[in-house]
């Protein structure tokens, strides 16, 4: 890439985040649920469709992903582990829920859109958008139509989330803009110290023992070690989990910078179809589970519905509920998927045929 070229694609990675920042606080105006996360992925997605000259600022992603990671691990509360016995019922709730939304996934893409049954079974997959692509290109899969899809799973998941806690537990539970009431300016120095020490260091001691979401859970892990045994109390500023928000809801928006309008628009409408599937599930799986263990309906709704990891764990802290319980359950999630998705098509698929059969 040259130099100018370089500068050219920052300068749309900015304008990007700008168009994001102006939905956010128009959403924010409008006094709207989670309105910087929502506001910036409906704006972004706007100015692709018509296409504007933005790209995805995904350079500055990463980085952001650690910042979440800390705040994600300094919501950490300590008394949210006394109800750890109720997460022996929950957890393993993640297996039978990863299945069923495989399995209804996987039939409403080969029935309703058509495709070919591995592009149909990588697309139903409950997982990363980056991890069902590159296991369904290996497998033979249209990785194009895997990625749209769970780009648009994800964005319609993130989106319908905040409005679903509205209905189910009122408006005060979605008022929240951040982890922190506490501003910028109030924090001491220590505490930035603390912010940018953990995200580094978290984010390198992962990557080197190569876990999984590195850039998130190490700096998560480290955050909420720092904060169980004591050694700090330090808080995330409320503005910057709203520049995560941004960040995040820009990027999901920009992942359909590109592509036609007619393509987006059948993309969505297919999805949102899968997606009306999948919050069915997670709608049933909360319910159930909410009635067999003390946990509230609204925690196991935000820890089962199948957006992505980061966004998920953004949106607990920002809500601030529950946010050990959704982000273990998220990780779970992605887990068993991404763990389970290979050996289970091996199993289905025998020379590319389901049973062996044509």
Same mark, same amino acid.
């Given at each position: 890439?040259t130099?100018?070229?370089?500068?050219t !694609? #920052?300068g749309?990675a900015?304008?990007?985040l700008a168009?994001?920042?102006?939905?956010?606080?128009?959403?924010a105006? %409008?006094d709207?649920?989670?309105?910087?996360?929502?506001g910036?992925m409906? *704006?972004?997605?706007l100015?692709?469709v018509?296409?504007?000259p933005i790209?995805?600022p995904?350079p500055?992603?990463?980085?952001?992903? *650690?910042?979440?990671?800390?705040?994600?691990?300094?919501?950490?509360?300590?008394? %949210? #582990?006394?109800?750890?016995?109720?997460w022996?019922?929950?957890?393993?709730?993640?297996?039978?829920?990863s299945?069923?939304?495989?399995?209804?996934?996987s039939l409403?893409?080969?029935r309703?859109?058509?495709?070919?049954?591995?592009?149909?079974?990588?697309?139903?997959m409950p997982?990363?958008l980056?991890?069902?692509?590159?296991?369904?290109e &290996?497998?033979?899969a249209?990785?194009?139509?895997?990625?749209l899809?769970?780009?648009?799973?994800?964005?319609?998941?993130?989106?319908m989330v905040?409005?679903?806690?509205?209905?189910?537990?009122g408006p005060?539970?979605?008022a929240g803009?951040? @982890?922190?009431?506490i /501003?910028a300016?109030?924090?001491p /120095?220590?505490?930035w110290l603390?912010?940018?020490?953990m995200?580094?260091?978290g984010?390198?001691?992962?990557?080197? #023992?190569?876990l999984?979401a590195a850039?998130?859970?190490?700096p998560?892990?480290?955050s909420a070690?720092?904060?169980?045994?004591?050694? @700090?109390?330090?808080?995330?500023?409320r503005?910057v989990?709203?520049? &995560?928000?941004?960040v995040?809801?820009?990027v999901?928006?920009c992942?359909?910078?590109?592509?036609?309008?007619p393509?987006? &628009?059948r993309?969505?409408?297919? !999805?949102?179809?899968?997606?009306?599937?999948l919050? /069915?599930?997670?709608l049933?799986?909360?319910? &159930?589970?909410s009635?067999v263990?003390? #946990?509230?309906?609204?925690?196991i709704l935000?820890?089962?519905?199948?957006?992505?990891l980061a966004?998920?764990?953004?949106?607990?802290?920002?809500?601030?509920?529950?946010?050990?319980?959704?982000?273990a359950?998220?990780?779970?999630?992605?887990?068993?998927?991404?763990?389970?998705a290979?050996?289970?098509? *091996?199993?289905?698929?025998?020379?590319?045929?389901?049973?062996g059969?044509?």
């Amino acid at each position: 890439m040259t130099l100018g070229a370089e500068f050219t !694609s #920052l300068g749309r990675a900015a304008f990007a985040l700008a168009i994001g920042a102006a939905g956010g606080a128009f959403f924010a105006w %409008a006094d709207l649920p989670l309105p910087w996360m929502l506001g910036s992925m409906s *704006a972004a997605l706007l100015a692709a469709v018509v296409r504007l000259p933005i790209a995805s600022p995904r350079p500055i992603r990463a980085a952001m992903t *650690a910042t979440i990671g800390v705040a994600l691990g300094a919501s950490l509360r300590p008394e %949210a #582990l006394d109800r750890l016995e109720a997460w022996a019922i929950t957890l393993p709730g993640v297996l039978g829920f990863s299945i069923c939304c495989a399995v209804a996934g996987s039939l409403y893409f080969r029935r309703i859109t058509g495709v070919d049954r591995v592009t149909a079974y990588f697309a139903g997959m409950p997982g990363g958008l980056v991890d069902m692509v590159i296991q369904g290109e &290996a497998k033979g899969a249209n990785t194009e139509f895997v990625a749209l899809v769970h780009g648009s799973r994800i964005f319609l998941v993130v989106m319908m989330v905040p409005f679903l806690v509205v209905w189910f537990a009122g408006p005060m539970e979605a008022a929240g803009a951040a @982890s922190s009431n506490i /501003a910028a300016k109030m924090l001491p /120095a220590v505490d930035w110290l603390w912010l940018v020490g953990m995200a580094g260091f978290g984010w390198g001691a992962a990557a080197a #023992l190569r876990l999984p979401a590195a850039p998130l859970l190490g700096p998560m892990l480290g955050s909420a070690a720092v904060h169980l045994m004591g050694a @700090s109390d330090f808080a995330v500023a409320r503005e910057v989990v709203i520049v &995560a928000q941004v960040v995040v809801g820009t990027v999901i928006g920009c992942r359909f910078v590109g592509v036609a309008f007619p393509t987006v &628009a059948r993309t969505l409408l297919v !999805s949102g179809g899968y997606t009306a599937i999948l919050i /069915a599930i997670t709608l049933a799986f909360a319910l &159930a589970l909410s009635r067999v263990t003390e #946990l509230g309906f609204v925690p196991i709704l935000l820890a089962y519905s199948p957006g992505g990891l980061a966004e998920m764990g953004l949106i607990a802290v920002s809500l601030q509920i529950e946010v050990a319980f959704v982000a273990a359950h998220h990780i779970a999630r992605v887990l068993v998927v991404m763990l389970g998705a290979t050996p289970a098509f *091996a199993l289905l698929f025998r020379n590319g045929r389901p049973g062996g059969k044509s």
